[in-house]
């Protein structure tokens, strides 16, 4: 079948631009190695109807949402090519190739955590980076900021909404700005500077932080710098336009340097957002696709 759209990517973005394209009554086939980047925690909040749900129940039923369209198909597979060809894009999974008119990339972000041995032991059950994801049930809690640099003090002052017990672990990094370290000292908030040796805890539960020079720290949790991008090896073959912070070129709209191919959700920002946010790209960028169908077709 030669699809109006190939949708690569099942989470928020994917699906509610799934949704669109089915009620817009256009082919579509959604491609999803189903492998979010917050499969790792138990509970989402902050979407409206939705607060406190388990991600793979929220995934469950946006799934049943977009396939009840009889033009939409969900596959869980990996896309492991995308080819621009002259009638559209060619679409290769593992085991199968499919054709279509318009490419939608919503593939979330690569996330990579800091280098801290058993950090993924802890991630997502009580060491977060989102505090306006995680922060209210983290509040009051004795709070490690595993950050270095320009970022360190912004995240500092968001977290200390939640918590006034907060510490600083830069995991290495000696080199910190004088004013930084007056204006935590000043909050009572000490930095640690020596690396960390690893997270201290059970169950996903932290109780401390082992540094380099044997002392552990006791915390009851923590927020930590995380690097994300969208150097996907499946779009290698496309020359798609990219600014010197390796984020897309797009307009408003998700629509890429190539023509047809159009990128939504935390793809799009190239930038770690929220559910909802994601969601309302994914939909809106899924309606300026097909208003570009239309206009070819009309
Ligand atoms: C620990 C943690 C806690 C979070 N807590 C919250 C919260 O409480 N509230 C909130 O709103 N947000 C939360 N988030 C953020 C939220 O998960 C993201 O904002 C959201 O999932 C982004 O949606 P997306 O559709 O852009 O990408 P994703 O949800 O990441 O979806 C991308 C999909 O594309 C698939 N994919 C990737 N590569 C391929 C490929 N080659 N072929 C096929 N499919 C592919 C992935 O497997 C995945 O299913 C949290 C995130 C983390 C990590």
Known sequence: ??????????????????????????????????????????????????????????????KADVTKYKDVTYLEERVEKVEKIDKGFEVKTQFQTFNARQVL????????????????????????????????????KKLAVIYSGEMMVHMVKLLSNFSQDLVVFTNGEKDILQEDKVLLDKKGVNIY???????????????????????????????ARMYWDTQFDFLDRLNIIRDEDGKFETDMFGKTSVEGLYVAGETKDNFAGQLLDSATNGGMVAKMMMMQQIEEDF
């Not at 990339?105 to 505090?131: H, K, M, W």
Request: hydrophobic residues 35%; aromatic residues 10%; proline residues 5%.
């Open 1 to 62: 079948m030669y699809y109006d759209v190939i949708i690569i990517g099942g989470g928020p973005a994917g699906l509610n631009a799934a949704l669109n394209f089915g009620r817009g009554m256009k082919q579509t086939l959604v491609i999803d190695a189903n492998n979010p980047r917050n499969r790792v925690t138990n509970e989402s909040h902050s979407y409206l109807t939705q607060d406190g749900v388990k991600p793979t129940e929220f995934k469950r039923k946006a």
């Open 193 to 223: 500077t020596e690396p960390i040796v690893r997270l201290v805890g059970n169950d996903g539960q932290l109780k401390g932080i082992e540094l380099n020079d044997e002392q552990i720290i006791s915390v009851e949790g923590a927020f």
């Open 105 to 140: 990339v919503a593939t979330g972000l690569r996330e990579q955590s800091p280098d801290i041995a058993n950090f993924n032991d802890f991630y997502g059950q009580t060491v977060f980076y989102c505090p306006w994801c995680d922060g209210y049930e983290m509040r009051n």
